[in-house]
């Protein structure tokens, strides 16, 4: 059985940097696409960035382009989410999701497997 385990999350200021690392185990993630959502507080959960299987082809949401980058490490097994010049806006859980999928998907029901969330707190 697949498990995911997010760690790098925390509170920062404005205008700082995360690295939030995605770990699996239990089996390979190298033909899942992969991605980063957030729930906002009394938000619902929207996907904020994805990537196919071999780490070519990535997506970012709208809010997230030009600060997020997400990358996959086939070999270790791994998913980072990089995001620069934090906003208090970026606050929220950040999960990691494994598609069903080889290609990132539209619906956020193709996404079979998820971790328990990292808190990411931005203060202005």
């Known amino acids: 059985q697949l498990q995911l385990v997010e760690s790098g999350g925390g509170s920062v200021q404005a205008g700082g940097f995360l690295r939030l690392s995605c770990a699996a185990s239990?089996?390979?993630?190298?033909?899942?696409?992969m991605g980063w959502f957030r729930q906002a507080p009394e938000k619902e959960r929207e996907v904020v960035a994805g990537?196919?299987?071999?780490?070519?082809?990535?997506y970012y949401a709208d809010s997230g382009k030009g600060r997020f980058t997400i990358s996959k490490d086939n070999a270790r097994n791994t998913v980072d989410l990089r995001i620069y010049t934090l906003k208090p806006a970026a606050t929220g859980v950040y999960y990691c999701?494994?598609?069903?999928?080889?290609?990132?998907?539209?619906?956020?029901?193709?996404?079979?497997?998820w971790g328990q969330g990292t808190q990411v707190t931005v203060s202005s």
């Open positions: 999701a494994a598609a069903t999928t080889t290609w990132v998907p539209n619906q956020h029901s193709d996404y079979g497997y």
């Open positions: 239990g089996r390979t993630i190298s033909q899942n696409a």
């Open positions: 990537i196919n299987w071999s780490g070519g082809v990535t």
